[in-house]
């Protein structure tokens, strides 16, 4: 992984020289009510010479399930899967297992669902029905924090297979099961801390291999590196750090990165999204958005920031962009927000350059609601000003 200033500009994301671009190739509508809710969270089943699936959370409970169409790069809709009586606080496929999704919620339950059905066909609770604020699963494990343990099934006999309790002060906010062994999990949660465990110990004193402080709470964090030997951490702070698995030490941070990207990118940047690894260019790239809908794409070194790319289009994104999925092979991002779009972008041709897609909801005249804060966007809006000034304002300028 190229951390040093002199990482090759000729180097283009997706091997595409400068001159060429991302375009518009689809924008879909998550609903057509009155009062359309946020899109949260995206997931997507892709794997090589099967049907692709996108799953998107919505804040008003519910799971969408789209087809994806690898040639045309467009998304329709199939399904909606309902069932959540609380927000939605993850969701995934189960790898191995393409048609089964997993998603955790506040009401306490830990759901997996057969798309083919579209109908739910296992549940787990936490003791007390208790809020699970994160989920992850692998082949034979389900994971889910609450506001300090973690919980974990055995998806093969449906029974409990551990719990790990109070390694976190405060919600656990993200899980995730190392892609090296099914095994070894992490956890991050609002305490700031990333933790490291081996499932394969016994010994409860054994199970937690390191804890790494990141010293603010933590919003998502992922692997990347040609080994997965590293962390990359988004704190809801709009920090950035980069952390060494073995040695459990921070390798860089980017305080308050919003500052630099905006100069980057000649237009405000307002909040960070996440990061993305490309195991073809060796590179990890943070992506980063604007109120207004624009989302820049940067090459995240050591010591240089890089702009990549910008996404915007005035048929795309009016809001905030929550999430995104970055489809390597197909050389295709997904994008959705708070304007309840989902948006397929792919490298500019002449041949599309008139065949974008759109599926337009009634028009309506949206109702003032309250704003509520990105990472916990149903509760009451009190933390928001702690995000950055620029936060709530509404910028309409596009990216350049």
Known sequence: VEFDESAKEEKKLFNISSEKKFELRNVQMNTFGKDPPYILQLATNYCKGMETMIASSSSDC????????????????????????????????VPSQPKLLYTTSQDGTFAFWDITSAKHVAAYNAPGKKP???????????????????????????????????????????????????KILFSSGGD??????????????????????????VNDFGFFGSKNQYIHAISTMEEVAIYDIESACEMFKFCDIRKQLTQGAQTPINYLVNCHYSKDSD??????????????????????????????????????????????????????????????????????????????????????????????????????????????????????
């Open 192 to 217: 700031g801390m990333i933790n490291h465990y081996d499932l394969s110990q016994t010994d409860e004193d054994e199970i937690l291999e390191a804890t790494i402080n990141t010293e603010a709470p």
């Open 283 to 400: 590179r990890l790239f943070l992506c980063s958005g604007s109120n207004s809908g624009g989302f820049l794409i940067t090459h995240l070194s050591k010591k240089n920031l890089q702009p990549v790319m910008g996404l915007y289009d005035t048929m795309g994104h009016s809001d905030v962009i929550r999430d995104f999925l970055w489809i390597d092979d197909l050389k295709v991002i997904i994008t959705a927000g708070e304007d309840s779009k989902i948006c397929a972008w792919g490298a500019e041709s002449k041949e599309n350059k008139s065949n974008i897609q759109q599926v337009k909801a009634p028009s309506f005249v949206k109702k003032p609601r309250m704003k509520a804060e990105r990472n916990n966007p149903y509760g009451k809006a009190t933390r928001r000003k702690n995000r950055g000034k620029n936060y709530n304002d509404r910028k309409s300028t596009p990216y350049k």
């Open 132 to 182: 699970l604020y994160s989920g992850t699963a692998c082949s034979k494990l389900g994971a889910a924090g609450t506001d300090e343990d973690i919980f974990i099934w055995n998806l093969v006999s449906g029974k409990s297979y551990m719990k790990l309790p109070e390694y976190h002060t405060e919600e656990v906010t993200k899980l995730r099961f190392h892609p090296s062994s099914n």
């Open 62 to 93: 519910t799971v969408k399930l789209h087809n994806f169409h690898t040639i045309l790069g467009s998304t329709s809709f199939l399904t909606e899967l309902k069932g959540h009586t609380k927000p939605i606080t993850s969701l995934g496929f």
